[in-house]
């Protein structure tokens, strides 16, 4: 048997037993190992890493742990911009787009409200999800350890809260959102499909007393044909995302 010191900093430590947070412990292993393996049979998913030290130099998931070696291992940060070399994957290069497991149907609301493609269904399979993942090159955002750890998985996060708007604060977090949305655009929030505006007369027949007395402007998803106004959940909404925002900067 072998040892080696794990030392894991920042969110990483949610993931960890209390007596193994924000302190150094030993690790035992046996044989040929990498650090991506032994960082995950400690219960922390590979995509949740963005840098890690071994021995106080930058190594890649392939590195081989040695006995004796001392580990440090960093997520994300949101204010630092690493040294290519020290990258443990290319930056995701686009306007974030998304896949959601089946415990996250409100997050996904949330962030097609703020024009973020995002597949969600409630009957997604694991491997649908990883498949999209792969391919699509979309973010797979999930509460299950065992989808991130999936080897072909380059772009995901770990959904720690519970509470949907908590959770898109960490989302928005970890993927700067607030660079990406102009206060204009969003999807339908049922299938996912951009909205279009549309005439007021075209759609008056649909549209209740109060709704048709106090708004002029519409949009319309043109897969499900599910009507939107700016309305009071609207103006709710927008001030969430300031509040996210003002916090955000102010952290």
Not at 27 to 38: A, E, L, N, P, T
Not at 196 to 214: G, H, N
Request: glycine content about 4%; overall charge neutral; proline content about 4%.
């Amino acid at each position: 048997m072998k040892e080696l010191y794990f030392r894991f900093y920042g969110k990483l430590n949610k993931f960890l037993p209390d007596d193994q947070q924000k302190r150094p412990f030993h690790h035992i292993f046996k044989g040929r190992q990498s650090i991506k393996d032994r960082i995950e049979t400690v219960g922390i998913p590979h995509t949740e890493v963005e840098l890690i030290l071994a021995n106080n130099r930058p190594v890649d998931f392939s590195y081989l742990v040695e006995s004796g070696d001392r580990l440090a291992v960093y997520p994300h940060f949101h204010q630092l911009d690493l040294p290519d070399t020290y990258r443990l994957r290319e930056p995701y290069s686009r306007k974030p787009e998304f896949i959601a497991d089946v415990h996250l149907g409100k997050l996904a609301k949330y962030l097609r409200r703020f024009n973020f493609d995002t597949i969600y269904r409630n009957d997604l399979e694991d491997d649908e999800i990883i498949k999209s993942g792969v391919e699509d090159e979309r973010i797979i955002l999930t509460r299950d350890h065992g989808i991130l750890m999936h080897k072909q998985v380059i772009y995901g996060q770990f959904i720690h809260y519970d509470d949907p708007r908590a959770q898109l604060y960490e989302v928005f977090n970890r993927y700067d959102l607030d660079k990406y949305y102009n206060g204009n655009e969003s999807r339908c929030t049922d299938c996912n499909s951009r909205l279009v505006e549309i005439d007021k007369q075209a759609i008056i027949d649909r549209l209740e007393p109060k709704t048709k007395k106090y708004f002029e402007r519409f949009k319309i998803c043109q897969e499900c044909d599910k009507i939107y106004w700016e309305g009071s959940h609207y103006k709710r909404m927008e001030n969430f995302f300031n509040k996210i925002i003002k916090y955000y900067y102010n952290y």
